[in-house]
């Protein structure tokens, strides 16, 4: 889920489970040292997890991952450096327990400082990596969903000429339409068959044609 337009701009955010609720809503990154500590995919997953299934051990963020237990806690470590995790309490080495500190990262989508716009740039470019892996997995095991999930799971593009201005005002818009379905964060608060979906909001410039970055005489 995305976090209401702004600068920055929440992406590649993850409700929190259950029983969760992380401490603050969305922990923002504008230090390039950070954005490019978080970038790492381990660390992109590791966070997106915690936020869905944590807290949990090094030890469970390896089997979780496939990675190492010595590389997941020096991952973990990593994010407790920049504020995107925290220790949960108990627990002892790498058998300590770790949270997400927040149910959203958010970074800047435009900076006049290089050095933050090319390490904000090469974070986005990992977060859209992961999305593709996950929308891949999704796409090739649709078949092993009920009749009525595979058919309600949604595929496709569309393009549409816009202003700058209307492009953010149509951002609005579907924010408003996904925030009536906030707040399930407790079982109690769900209809009855209701599953965790990941919805991406992507939109950007086409640019398959040179003409397409320029202002229209």
């Known amino acids: 889920m995305i976090e209401p337009s702004g600068t920055p701009r929440s992406v590649g955010a993850q409700q929190v489970s259950p029983g969760q609720q992380t401490q603050r809503r969305t922990v923002r990154l504008t230090d390039p040292h950070a954005l490019r500590a978080y970038s790492h995919p381990t660390r992109l997953a590791l966070v997106s997890m915690l936020r869905l299934e944590g807290p949990f051990t090094a030890t469970r963020a390896a089997e979780l991952t496939g990675e190492s237990v010595a590389s997941c806690s020096y991952h973990l470590r990593m994010l407790a ?107 109690a608060q769900r209809p009855r068959g209701a599953r965790l979906v990941e919805i991406l909001r992507i939109a950007y410039l086409h640019r398959d044609r040179p003409q397409a970055l320029k202002e229209p005489s």
């Open 81 to 187: 450096k920049y504020g995107l995790v925290e220790e949960a309490g108990g627990g002892h080495g790498r058998e300590k327990p770790w949270r997400a500190t927040a149910a959203y990262t958010a970074w800047p989508d435009y900076s006049d400082n290089p050095a933050v716009a090319e390490a904000a740039g090469a974070l986005s470019a990992s977060a859209a990596e992961l999305y593709f892996e996950r929308m891949t997995h999704a796409i090739e095991t649709r078949h092993l969903l009920p009749a009525e999930w595979q058919a309600a799971e949604q595929f496709g593009d569309t393009a549409l000429y816009l202003t700058a201005d209307e492009l953010v005002e149509l951002g609005k818009g579907i924010e408003e339409l996904l925030s009536q379905y906030e707040g399930r964060d407790d079982p």
